[in-house]
């Protein structure tokens, strides 16, 4: 394969390597999301994206309304809030359970409990 920065098949060993332990964290994460979206959301790994340093590591979302996937920068603020909570909790477990069940607590101090509907606060904090 050669040094660990060379790219082979437009991504580079190292995005690899992160690509897959970032789909745990996706995987962890869209069990949240899911319930925070009732069901509407559901983050994915954009593969499409050729000869970029970020390569393998780009977010898109899936939106079950529309049927589409698009770029998860398309999120108005409330749904950026609800997928950036989602994935620090995937991430948190994640950790937590590849290093012998290690307890992450973690406090969310955000103003983006601010944009959230009544039901979706009360979503959130359910999932907290």
Do not use: C, P, W
Request: hydrophobic residues 35%; negative net charge; charged residues 25%.
């Amino acid at each position: 394969m050669g040094k660990y920065g060379e790219k082979r098949n437009n991504i580079t060993f190292q995005n690899y390597v992160l690509a897959v332990y970032f789909q745990d964290v996706l995987d962890r994460a869209n069990d949240r999301l899911r319930i925070m979206t009732n069901n509407q959301y559901h983050m994915r790994l954009d593969t499409g994206k050729k000869g970029n340093a970020g390569s393998g590591l780009e977010v898109n979302i899936f939106d079950s309304h529309t049927g589409k996937e698009r770029s998860i920068k398309t999120l108005s603020g409330g749904e950026t809030f609800k997928a950036s909570m989602a994935l620090a909790l995937g991430l948190s477990d994640v950790v937590q359970s590849q290093n012998g069940g290690v307890k992450l607590d973690s406090v969310f101090i955000d103003e983006g409990f601010g944009t959230l509907d009544e039901e979706s606060l009360s979503v959130a904090m359910d999932i907290l």
